[in-house]
Nanobody, 121 residues
Framework: QAQLVESGGDSVQAGESLTLSCVYS????????MGWYRRAPQAPGRQRDF??????????TYAESIKGRFTISRDNTKHAIYLHMTNLKPEDTGVYYC????????????WGQGTQVTVSS
């Protein structure tokens, strides 16, 4: 059983909106903050950039590049997080992943398959 399953990616036009979903299934994800990360097409190796994270009722954290356009949310009853993306730009193109910020610095951290978002101008 996959521990992290991302979905919702699509090919869209600039200015459109999209919502991504991530379902997680192990206790470590359920107990910790969860976040979204993006690997851009030109990113070297396995580099994934932080986008947003959320923990309980605390205020979410966002990267400057997506602040004001993307919104992260979490449903603990469904063990899921979401990323609602608006006013998409071509530079938002990439593969989107979810994971816990407490785990991602480990070079051997588990990652799901991700979901592809392509934004055309």
């Amino acid at each position: 059983q996959a521990q992290l399953v991302e979905s919702g990616g699509d090919s869209v036009q600039a200015g459109e909106s999209l919502t991504l979903s991530c379902v997680y299934s192990t206790p470590i994800y359920k107990m910790n903050a969860m976040g979204w990360y993006r690997r851009a097409p030109q990113a070297p190796g396995r580099q994934r950039d932080f986008l947003a994270s959320i923990l309980g009722n605390l205020r979410p954290t966002y990267a400057e590049s997506i602040k004001g356009r993307f919104t992260i949310s979490r449903d603990n009853t469904k063990h899921a997080i979401y990323l609602h993306m608006t006013n998409l730009k071509p530079e938002d193109t990439g593969v989107y992943y979810c994971n816990s910020p407490v785990l991602v610095d480990d070079a051997n951290a588990y990652w799901g398959q991700g979901t592809q978002v392509t934004v055309s101008s």
